[in-house]
């Protein structure tokens, strides 16, 4: 028996054994007959490291939602599925670190799962974040590997928990519609950069990305409280670009606002994309969120909010929405419980309607 685990011996005896410092001198009977087994378990059932030096945790979440969308004018356009969620897929990952001094080195690997929406089980498995970086207390970090863009959810700034049922259809992935169903990429996203991020100065911080098809983007955001309010802010500014044409230019930014006595909250967010390699021609998108955040139950914070966005670009019909959703905390198990639902017009007569609702475990 090595030392170590000689170690873990004692100390087990002493408590199990001596609950009660009158008993500390009573190693009699059988009560930790069966320990040595226990820990043999335990070391079988632990995640390994490598070395002693770098710190391993395991990860993850899973997050399925039950989906319903009613589009005029196209195949199949009312039915109902089960799906992965669409900002915030299942995942699995494995982080840790090491630390010398005031700077510290880490690690990140992460891989997401997505299924199909077809009824079937065929899936996709991507890797999401693949990197290392190092971080130095007060300065700032750099990361380099698969990892998330400087600018990415800078247009979608929230206070409050409304991510898991407005993100399926947020300013990343709204679709016009149409029959072409044309994506609008204004958001940011996880490919293999260098990225520099500034420490905390004053509640604002900078981050800057640059990725190997030389395009690279800037973000600058803000988070601090003033007056019985809580306020969180970010803009963003990416140049991605396309071969043989200009570069498309994406900029925008996004606020939030929260009353911390009330709980209620407003929320805004602007993003466009300047440039002629789109199907749409400089499209653009504003969205506009606003509710409540309290704890009303034992289970945790309950989030009620409603929403309109509209979506635009040159020589196309404007797409607006308007919706409504729900999230609900459970904290003992680290569950949120979610339902969100739009009604979409995609003008010349083609209307949409769509809701999502779920649960995300975290792990």
Not at 11 to 28: E, H, Y
Not at 202 to 222: C, H, K, M, P, Q
Not at 293 to 299: A, I, S, T, V
Not at 308 to 324: I, K, L, N, V
């Amino acid at each position: 028996m090595t030392k170590t685990r000689l170690a873990a011996v004692a100390a087990a005896l002493l408590v199990a054994c001596a609950p009660f410092g009158a008993r500390a001198a009573d190693l009699g009977g059988n009560c930790c007959a069966d320990l040595e087994e226990r820990l043999s378990e335990l070391e079988a059932t632990t995640a390994r490291k490598g070395n002693r030096k770098v710190t391993l945790q395991v990860y993850g979440q899973v997050n399925e939602t039950i989906s319903w969308h009613n589009i005029d004018g196209l195949a199949n356009g009312d039915r109902a599925y089960i799906a992965t969620h669409g900002g915030s897929p299942n995942q699995l990952g494995v982080r840790g670190s090491a630390k010398i001094g005031d700077v510290t080195m880490g690690y990140n690997i992460e891989f997401g799962y997505t299924h199909s929406l077809n009824g079937d089980d065929a899936g996709s498995i991507d890797l999401r974040q693949a990197n290392w970086y190092i971080d130095r207390k007060n300065l700032g970090r750099v990361t380099v590997g698969k990892a998330t863009q400087a600018s990415k959810d800078a247009f979608a700034t929230s206070l409050a928990n409304t991510w898991l049922a407005s993100k399926p259809f947020t300013v990343g992935q709204l679709k016009t519609l149409t029959a072409g169903a044309v994506d609008l990429p204004f958001d940011g996203d996880r490919k293999n950069i260098v990225r520099l991020d500034t420490a905390n100065f004053g509640g604002f911080t900078a981050a800057a990305s640059i990725a190997n098809d030389e395009e690279w983007d800037v973000a600058l955001r803000y988070a601090g409280e003033f007056g019985g309010l809580r306020l969180a802010a970010a803009g963003g500014y990416r140049v991605t670009p396309v071969a043989g044409t200009s570069d498309n230019k994406t900029w925008g930014g996004s606020a939030s606002a929260m009353h911390m006595a009330t709980g209620l909250f407003l929320n805004a967010g602007y993003a466009k994309i300047d440039g002629t390699a789109m199907a749409l021609l400089d499209p653009d998108m504003v969205q506009l969120q606003a509710g409540i955040e309290r704890k009303w139950l034992d289970l945790g914070k309950t989030t009620l909010f409603g929403e309109w966005g509209r979506a635009q670009s040159t020589g196309a019909d404007d797409t607006t929405f308007w919706g409504a959703g729900f999230n609900q905390e459970v904290t003992a198990a680290a569950m949120d419980l979610y339902l969100g639902c739009r009604q979409y017009d995609a003008g010349s007569g083609v209307d949409g309607a769509a809701c999502a609702g779920g649960a995300r475990i975290k792990f």
